[in-house]
T-cell receptor, first 112, second 112 residues
Framework: NAGVTQTPKFQVLKTGQSMTLQCAQD?????MYWYRQDPGMGLRLIYY???????DKGEVPNGYNVSRLNKREFSLRLESAAPSQTSVYFC???????????FGDGTRLSIL | ELKVEQNPLFLSMQEGKNYTIYCNYS?????LYWYRQDPGKSLESLFV?????AVKQEGRLMASLDTKARLSTLHITAAVHDLSATYFC????????????FGAGTQVVVTP
């Protein structure tokens, strides 16, 4: 049971570099989400995709872009990484409203 | 804007004693979720509360929801070391296609 798979698990970038975080789910869920987790701040929503073909901004979208490639995959791109984007990034998915979101193992990203 | 406040943010528990974590939220919602996160790990869904008066129990944990007071509680009975973790509540934002607003989390440490 893979659930929600995130790659990579760890990454170190230099300021200004770009990278894409990958997320795939095998539960046939409609909705997918990207969060960042910083100490003492809980999880903050970056972008979400309510269904295949749609994406929308969350609470902290600046500096990020997303692509819902198909129903399974939802990627997060940092075009020009900044030290303020050092965080743990979680991808999640859910089947419908009223159901819990299922989380991946996270990507620990450091930007120097 | 929906705000979700948890308290306390840190809770030192003695084994065998009972404790409560509180989750208050600022606007109307009928759905609330509790998650557990172990250090360096992903989030695990504990409870889904979908209506006023809902009560769910699993082992030493019991969660309840009062939508009129905009309050959920997570009660821990006879704490044991294995319950050491960070607990998050998340509120379903109404009419938002399943977007959640998370609390900051309560770090629980259980000692003998």
């Amino acid at each position: 049971n893979a659930g929600v798979t995130q790659t990579p698990k760890f990454q170190v970038l230099k300021t200004g570099q770009s990278m894409t975080l990958q997320c795939a789910q095998d539960m046939n869920h409609n909705s997918m989400y990207w969060y960042r987790q910083d100490p003492g701040m809980g999880l903050r929503l970056i972008y979400y995709s309510a269904s295949e073909g749609t994406t929308d901004k969350g609470e902290v979208p600046n500096g990020y872009n997303v692509s819902r490639l198909n129903k399974r995959e939802f990627s997060l791109r940092l075009e020009s990484a900044a030290p303020s984007q050092t965080s743990v990034y979680f991808c999640a998915s859910s089947t419908t409203v009223g159901q819990p979101q299922h989380f991946g193992d996270g990507t620990r990203l450091s930007i120097l | 804007e929906l705000k979700v406040e948890q308290n306390p943010l840190f809770l030192s528990m003695q084994e065998g004693k009972n404790y409560t974590i509180y989750c208050n939220y600022s606007t109307t919602s009928d759905r609330l979720y509790w998650y557990r996160q172990d250090p360096g790990k992903s989030l695990e869904s504990l409870f889904v509360l979908l209506s006023n008066g809902a009560v769910k129990q699993e082992g030493r944990l019991m969660a309840s929801l009062d939508t009129k007071a905009r309050l959920s509680t997570l009660h821990i009975t006879a704490a044991v070391h294995d319950l050491s973790a960070t607990y998050f509540c998340a509120v379903d934002i109404k009419n938002s296609w399943g977007k959640f607003q998370f609390g900051a989390g309560t770090q629980v440490v259980v000692t003998p």
